[in-house]
């Protein structure tokens, strides 16, 4: 069995890792910035969130900051809003799938609209559904493990 307890995280490969990850994020953020509209730039900056519309139907989406679940389809009528969820593969920085989303929904409403994972019920806008955070936090968790396991198995240098 492993030594957890051997885990040395003041490593130079994990402070190197994290550093670039956070690079990442940052140039992310950048790369947003730039493809947002003024109105959408001011909109993300106060509330994390900004506002599309869709190529095809003209239907409002709200882009939430995040990569899971983050969509929500705005309807006319007011009511209830749906959540979707799509994204590239891979792990990808917050600000770029936001960017790849954004994209989707502006020219190719229907195909991004076509893989999309939808939750199902409705909600109120800007209400996070239950079920999406409790999603959300197990996908993290997972993911969590993943990274973990991976380390071990990958950099086994850690280990004493």
């Given at each position: 069995m492993f030594g957890l307890g051997a885990l040395r995280l003041n490593s130079p490969?994990?402070?190197?890792r994290v550093s670039a990850r956070l690079q990442a994020e940052r140039r992310g953020e950048i790369l947003l910035g730039q493809?947002?509209?003024t109105d959408q730039a001011e909109q993300y900056k106060a509330h994390r969130y900004f506002d599309v519309v869709g190529s095809d139907t003209g239907r409002r989406y709200r882009i939430?900051?995040?990569t899971?679940?983050?969509i929500e389809e705005?309807?006319?009528d007011g009511?209830?809003?749906?959540r979707l969820c799509f994204a590239p593969n891979g792990i990808i920085a917050v600000g770029d799938v936001m960017v790849a989303q954004k994209i989707a929904l502006e020219k190719f409403e229907l195909a991004a609209l076509a893989i999309a994972n939808k939750d199902g019920s409705r909600h109120a806008p800007g209400a996070?559904?239950?079920e999406v955070v409790l999603l959300a936090g197990l996908g993290l968790s997972f993911a969590s493990l993943v990274v973990l396991v991976w380390l071990l198995l990958h950099d086994l240098k850690?280990?004493?």
């Open positions: 490969n994990v402070e190197g493809w947002l509209s939430h900051r995040g899971v679940m983050n705005l309807p006319r009511s209830g809003a749906q996070p559904a239950q850690f280990l004493l």
